[in-house]
């Protein structure tokens, strides 16, 4: 059973900085995407970043500059780094993962997604 295991979250004062990570266990052949989702209260989730297993990133321009994702596949875990953190960025940060699964010897692909984790910035 895949899981994908979130850490990192907390209250920060604007201006902070908090590290997310999210480790992807189970049963894994190969991961395709990882990347980092948020969704406030009475908003629709929005993509934050998205690294590919060949390292390039995608990033949204309300964070560009401010958050870092990076991933370390040793360890199948992908990190947001999280700098000059501002009130808006409050909200519940889920990670995704695209990874491929052997079944009867054939990969087939599938979208994961973690539990979520809290940030919350105050002013």
């Known amino acids: 059973q895949v899981q994908l295991v979130e850490s990192g979250g907390g209250l920060v004062q604007a201006g902070g900085s908090l590290r997310l990570s999210c480790a992807v266990s189970g049963g894994i052949f190969r991961i395709n995407v990882m990347g980092w989702y948020r969704q406030a209260p009475g908003t629709q989730r929005e993509l934050v970043a998205t690294?590919?297993?060949?390292?390039?990133?995608n990033t949204a321009d309300s964070v560009k500059g401010r958050f870092t994702i990076s991933k370390d596949n040793a360890k199948n875990t992908v990190y947001l780094q999280m700098n000059s953190l501002k009130p808006e960025d409050t909200a519940v940060y889920y990670c995704?993962?695209?990874?491929?699964?052997?079944?009867?010897?054939?990969?087939?692909?599938?979208?994961?997604w973690g539990q979520g984790t809290q940030v919350t910035v105050s002013s």
């Open positions: 690294i590919a297993s060949g390292g390039s990133t």
């Open positions: 995704n993962a695209d990874l491929s699964r052997l079944w009867s010897g054939v990969p087939r692909s599938s979208t994961y």
